[in-house]
């Protein structure tokens, strides 16, 4: 359903936020695949833009993340209540408010469960019956066997 897409969604935020206000996200592994240098200096521009601002010493990525990081560490623990809130796209009112508790296990299991499809370790799975309309707008359904 619509709310499972949301909740999940939410919950992974949930999870990388967290880890990053403890200091558990490690990007090396990011930038090494990307091949992007974290100690190489930012552009004259970009730099011009930073020194504005006054943190000339954030020359780098390197510089910058750590700054970053250590901000993050000051933050405290989000609440284990997450809220799904609907507002009308003409004017913001509020439709409806969901909150429902944050589930480590089950968002785990799920993110696992996507890593295994984008790493090829398991075939996708097709839609309901009940929403097989979905595939009329899938740009895979002409080489879809579902």
Same mark, same amino acid.
């Given at each position: 359903?619509?709310?499972?897409?949301?909740?999940?969604?939410?919950?992974?935020?949930?999870?990388?936020?967290?880890?990053?206000?403890?200091? $558990?996200?490690?990007?090396?592994?990011?930038?090494?695949?990307?091949?992007?240098?974290?100690?190489? =200096?930012?552009?004259?521009?970009?730099?011009?833009?930073?020194?504005?601002?006054?943190?000339?010493?954030?020359?780098?990525?390197?510089?910058?993340?750590?700054?970053?990081? =250590?901000?993050f560490?000051?933050?405290?623990?989000?609440?284990e209540?997450?809220?799904?809130?609907?507002r009308?796209?003409?004017?913001?009112?509020?439709?409806?408010?969901?909150?429902f508790?944050?589930? =480590? $296990?089950?968002?785990?299991?799920?993110?696992?469960?996507?890593?295994?499809?984008?790493?090829?370790?398991?075939?996708?799975?097709?839609v309901?019956?009940?929403?097989?309309? $979905?595939?009329?707008?899938?740009?895979?359904?002409? =080489?879809?066997?579902?």
């Amino acid at each position: 359903t619509k709310n499972q897409k949301t909740k999940f969604q939410m919950m992974t935020y949930k999870l990388l936020f967290d880890k990053l206000c403890a200091g $558990k996200q490690n990007l090396n592994q990011i930038f090494a695949h990307l091949n992007v240098d974290t100690n190489k =200096k930012f552009s004259t521009y970009l730099q011009k833009e930073i020194d504005e601002q006054g943190l000339q010493s954030l020359d780098c990525i390197a510089k910058f993340l750590e700054c970053i990081f =250590k901000l993050f560490s000051l933050i405290p623990k989000s609440s284990e209540t997450l809220q799904i809130e609907y507002r009308h796209q003409q004017d913001s009112s509020e439709i409806g408010k969901i909150d429902f508790e944050f589930e =480590k $296990k089950w968002i785990q299991n799920n993110i696992e469960w996507v890593i295994q499809l984008w790493n090829r370790e398991r075939r996708s799975v097709g839609v309901k019956d009940e929403e097989s309309w $979905k595939c009329n707008y899938c740009s895979f359904r002409m =080489k879809c066997s579902w």
